[in-house]
């Protein structure tokens, strides 16, 4: 907006204009005054709780350089519901609740939009279960959405170790020399003495390792050698009738700038999303990410070569990727790849006709089958 007004009046006025225009809401930082002006798109006036975030570059390790950041929330578990909120400019959404520093969060975004983001419009990091229903994002640097979790229980192998149950309170003294994995939310317990079906449902002091957690139902097992299978191993999203446009604006990575891409530790839905000329592929599944896909539709992906396409699962300069990505109904229209699978990825498909009618590419141990 300007540099200067006569009045309040006149910024008042302009916000009017601005919002009458797009239909959008607006605003105006008065910076010699320190005093900021909004007009929120349903015309309420804001209240206390305002944030105001200056996003600035492409970077995800400074949560100062998102305007969204959702972080810091302690506690076993954080929930967040939010409705028409939109970032425009500056860094789009930081969505990192993490388990390792006691927290599982519950997201809901209904309809809110992240614009012209210098980093991802939504970057999720570590939640537990996160829905986006009609959100939209466009000309972000990066991707679209990208969920993550790398944190606690990567890629979720089973865990061994040493430990009692006394209650509900499960003491872990060590993992076991050999154990590849760590303790997670929902893996069953089991060992000698161990009741059957016994399930860790919290986090005390441990956070994968030694520590305590809490388990059900209550018991008293004496310290001895047990096992984890199973567990959350990451979070759920549910990705439903979202659009994401001209996403991926990055000259200095060329290879992997995508709509809505899942990575370690993700299991998802997507349904009814949309991807119209994104940088890179539109749908991607990367690491050991699963998802199953309804009626997306994957449209003019802007890059010429093998680094685009509608769906992909795996990633080629990685190895041992395991993602598995299901489509249903699902289309691809105007792309140089219709259907990739990399590095040991498998993509598989269903109602959308003869596999034969569509451009694919794999490599190594990676497969693309009808189901």
């Given at each position: 907006m300007g540099a200067a007004y006569a009045s309040e009046a006149a910024v008042t006025a302009s916000l009017e204009d601005m919002h009458a225009a797009h239909g959008e809401g607006a605003c105006w930082l008065d910076a010699a005054n320190k005093k900021l002006y909004v007009r929120l798109r349903d015309g309420r006036a804001p209240d206390a709780r305002l944030v105001v975030g200056r996003g600035t570059d492409d970077s995800v390790g400074n949560p100062?350089?998102?305007?969204?950041?959702?972080?810091?929330?302690?506690?076993?578990?954080?929930?967040?519901?939010?409705?028409?909120?939109?970032?425009?400019?500056?860094?789009?959404?930081?969505?990192?609740?993490?388990?390792?520093?006691?927290?599982?969060?519950?997201?809901?975004?209904?309809?809110?939009?992240?614009?012209?983001?210098?980093?991802?419009?939504?970057?999720?990091?570590?939640?537990?279960?996160?829905?986006?229903?009609?959100?939209?994002?466009?000309?972000?640097?990066?991707?679209?959405?990208?969920?993550?979790?790398?944190?606690?229980?990567?890629?979720?192998?089973?865990?061994?170790?040493?430990?009692?149950?006394?209650?509900?309170?499960?003491?872990?003294?060590a993992l076991a020399a050999s154990a590849a994995g760590v303790l997670d939310l929902g893996m069953v317990i089991a060992g000698t003495g161990v009741a059957a079906g016994t399930r860790i449902t919290g986090k005390g002091t441990g956070t994968g390792g030694a520590g305590t957690y809490f388990v059900t139902p209550g018991q008293t097992v004496s310290s001895t050698e047990l096992t984890g299978t199973g567990g959350l191993g990451g979070h759920r999203f549910h990705e439903l009738d979202c659009a994401?446009?001209?996403?991926?604006?990055?000259?200095?990575?060329?290879?992997?700038?995508?709509?809505?891409?899942?990575?370690?530790?993700?299991?998802?839905?997507?349904?009814?999303?949309?991807?119209?000329?994104?940088?890179n592929r539109a749908f991607h599944d990367i690491q050991n990410a699963k998802s199953w896909n309804l009626g997306c539709i994957g449209q003019a992906c802007r890059q010429p070569g093998p680094q685009s396409a509608a769906f992909a699962s795996g990633y080629d300069p990685h190895s041992g990727e395991t993602a598995e990505m299901w489509l249903d109904g699902c289309l691809s229209l105007g792309n140089a790849a219709d259907l990739q699978a990399y590095r040991g990825g498998m993509l598989f498909l269903t109602n959308m006709g003869a596999l034969a009618d569509f451009k694919t590419a794999t490599n190594g141990a990676s497969s693309i089958n009808p189901y």
């Amino acid at each position: 907006m300007g540099a200067a007004y006569a009045s309040e009046a006149a910024v008042t006025a302009s916000l009017e204009d601005m919002h009458a225009a797009h239909g959008e809401g607006a605003c105006w930082l008065d910076a010699a005054n320190k005093k900021l002006y909004v007009r929120l798109r349903d015309g309420r006036a804001p209240d206390a709780r305002l944030v105001v975030g200056r996003g600035t570059d492409d970077s995800v390790g400074n949560p100062a350089d998102w305007n969204i950041y959702y972080g810091a929330i302690f506690g076993n578990s954080a929930t967040l519901w939010a409705s028409r909120l939109d970032a425009w400019g500056g860094g789009g959404f930081y969505l990192y609740p993490d388990w390792g520093s006691n927290r599982r969060a519950t997201i809901v975004l209904d309809r809110c939009d992240a614009l012209y983001s210098a980093n991802a419009g939504f970057f999720v990091f570590d939640a537990a279960n996160l829905v986006l229903h009609r959100c939209r994002a466009a000309y972000c640097v990066n991707d679209g959405v990208a969920y993550n979790q790398p944190g606690f229980g990567t890629y979720n192998p089973d865990a061994a170790f040493t430990g009692a149950i006394a209650g509900t309170t499960l003491t872990v003294s060590a993992l076991a020399a050999s154990a590849a994995g760590v303790l997670d939310l929902g893996m069953v317990i089991a060992g000698t003495g161990v009741a059957a079906g016994t399930r860790i449902t919290g986090k005390g002091t441990g956070t994968g390792g030694a520590g305590t957690y809490f388990v059900t139902p209550g018991q008293t097992v004496s310290s001895t050698e047990l096992t984890g299978t199973g567990g959350l191993g990451g979070h759920r999203f549910h990705e439903l009738d979202c659009a994401f446009l001209w996403c991926g604006n990055n000259s200095r990575a060329d290879t992997s700038r995508n709509a809505s891409s899942a990575h370690i530790n993700c299991v998802g839905i997507r349904v009814n999303s949309r991807a119209l000329q994104t940088q890179n592929r539109a749908f991607h599944d990367i690491q050991n990410a699963k998802s199953w896909n309804l009626g997306c539709i994957g449209q003019a992906c802007r890059q010429p070569g093998p680094q685009s396409a509608a769906f992909a699962s795996g990633y080629d300069p990685h190895s041992g990727e395991t993602a598995e990505m299901w489509l249903d109904g699902c289309l691809s229209l105007g792309n140089a790849a219709d259907l990739q699978a990399y590095r040991g990825g498998m993509l598989f498909l269903t109602n959308m006709g003869a596999l034969a009618d569509f451009k694919t590419a794999t490599n190594g141990a990676s497969s693309i089958n009808p189901y």
